[in-house]
């Protein structure tokens, strides 16, 4: 890996760094904002929502945008709006402020995130060097969400939550400053070539709603007639999106990104499997806080063993196993492995022992550092140059749209379970538990479906063509 390249993989790291990082160390400090700044229960959930909201809508357009202007400005603009707004967040002295800055945050991320893994594979084009890249990628993104859990605790006590936005600022500036000179320059396609602007609002505006929706859920209910009567208007829009793609005659996702069984394959799977994931991040920190009473930090740290293994297999491991077996087959390791830490959490008692009870899924959950990386592989194989930003974009997306469904889901029959727990007269501890295993017992339902969608769709991607062959097929009328 030349000099130039790896510079270019430390900037898109660290911007990757800092999203997630924000992502998982805002959760450790809610308490404190709620506190300082009087947030109503409802009101302080926006602190997260406002950001997915805004995050996950606007993905997809953000990945074709970098295709149309250019993905090393929609880089650098999302960074700046990220930083600026992260200053926002921690000068908040009051509860519309942060929600507005978190927003602000979201589009930023959206920004920059949509276009990264465009920007990987159109400059790591040989498939052991991309694979390499995409391993330490993956790697960065285990290190933040685990270090955020962590961090968060640490800076909130130390000093106050307001740290744990003005920390992003020094990180933002530094990536906006490196990225000028190590990211390589791109043109893009021209607006012309997909300024679809009907195209836009549509997809926008069904994103935002949809998951405006799914975080609502555990409010509301999945019968409620808030959630089904704009969940339909969410569908509603993106089906007229699609429609709008097959004829319109510049349109912003051109729909041939479907054509490629691999990118097909590998977004539903991602959809799935992070579904399923999400029940190791959330619901077994829930476990640990509710029923085995650890505190912010304890958890944290408990949680770090699966980051460390996460992180060592997508970056030493994941990359060599996929030179010589295939992304397919680590991808299908990876799953096994997850569906297993699943499948020992249903096990889980009142009073456990984390060296017996808990250690053992920390270990197994490594499978998620041979699952991330196989998967952005896969994703991203059957792109072409011109549209990379949107099916990185895309691929992004899917793993929102996945992550919320899976709290939201997990969340709501965890809930439910335990309501009936504790109405049959169980203690509140048993009741907890007894929630936590059936969204464990249905986070390996979804790992298990994953895995057969893996083996009945995917397949081993096509040697990446030479860049030369790449840049005259895009100038051959």
């Known amino acids: 890996m030349s000099h130039s390249k790896l510079r270019a993989l430390v900037v898109l790291s660290a911007a990757m760094l800092m999203t997630v990082l924000d992502g998982s160390i805002v959760t450790v400090a809610m308490p404190a904002m709620q506190r300082d700044l009087g947030f109503t229960p409802a009101g302080l959930s926006w602190t997260v929502n406002a950001y997915l909201i805004a995050f996950g809508g606007l993905l997809l357009l953000s990945g074709r945008l970098g295709d149309l202007i250019g993905r090393k400005k929609m880089f650098l603009a999302g960074n700046v709006v990220f930083t600026a707004a992260s200053l926002l967040a921690?000068?908040?002295?009051?509860?519309g402020l942060l929600i507005a800055a978190r927003f602000l945050q979201g589009v930023g991320s959206a920004m920059a995130s949509a276009v990264v893994l465009g920007i990987l594979v159109t400059l790591f084009t040989e498939p052991g060097e991309r694979a390499r890249a995409i391993g330490v990628f993956s790697f960065t993104g285990a290190a933040g969400a685990s270090?955020?859990?962590v961090l968060g605790g640490v800076l909130t006590d130390a000093l106050s939550w307001h740290w744990i936005f003005f920390i992003n600022v020094p990180i933002g500036l530094a990536t906006v400053a490196l990225a000028i000179k190590a990211l390589p320059a791109d043109r893009g396609v021209g607006l012309a070539a997909g300024a679809d602007v009907l195209g836009a609002v549509l997809v926008t505006a069904g994103l935002m709603l949809g998951i405006y929706t799914v975080v609502k859920v555990e409010e509301y209910g999945w019968l409620a007639a808030h959630t089904l009567g704009l969940g339909a208007v969410s569908l509603v829009l993106l089906a007229a999106f699609l429609v709008r793609q097959a004829t319109a005659r510049t349109p912003l996702m051109p729909l041939r990104v479907f054509r490629s069984r691999n990118v097909s394959g590998a977004n539903l799977v991602q959809m799935l499997?992070?579904?399923?994931?999400?029940?190791?991040?959330?619901?077994?920190?829930?476990y640990m806080q509710k029923v085995l009473g650890y505190g912010a930090l304890a958890t944290g740290l408990a949680m770090l063993p699966a980051a460390v293994a996460i992180g060592g297999v997508s970056l030493f491991v994941s990359a060599r196993l996929s030179d010589r077996f295939g992304a397919r087959a680590v991808l299908v390791a990876g799953l096994v492995l997850l569906t297993g830490a699943m499948g020992w959490l249903t096990r889980v008692p009142v009073q456990a022992s984390y060296v017996v009870d808990l250690l053992p899924v920390m270990l197994l959950i490594a499978g998620g550092g041979l699952v991330l990386p196989s998967l952005t592989t896969l994703g991203m194989s059957g792109a072409r140059a011109d549209d990379a930003g949107l099916a990185s974009g895309l691929f992004n997306t899917t793993q929102q749209i996945g992550a919320a469904l899976g709290v939201a889901v997990l969340s709501t029959l965890a809930a439910s379970r335990t309501g009936v727990l504790l109405a049959s007269g169980a203690s509140e501890a048993a009741a907890l538990t007894g929630g936590y295993r059936l969204a464990f017992m249905v986070s390996a339902g979804l790992l298990v479906a994953a895995l057969v969608v893996s083996l009945a769709v995917l397949r081993r991607p096509a040697p990446a063509p030479?860049?030369?062959?790449?840049?005259?097929?895009l100038v051959t009328p």
Not at 466 to 473: D, F, G, I, K, R
């Open 90 to 95: 921690g000068a908040a002295t009051g509860p």
């Open 147 to 149: 270090i955020g859990q």
């Open 273 to 286: 499997a992070l579904s399923g994931m999400f029940a190791f991040q959330v619901i077994v920190a829930l």
């Open 466 to 473: 030479a860049p030369e062959a790449e840049q005259a097929a």
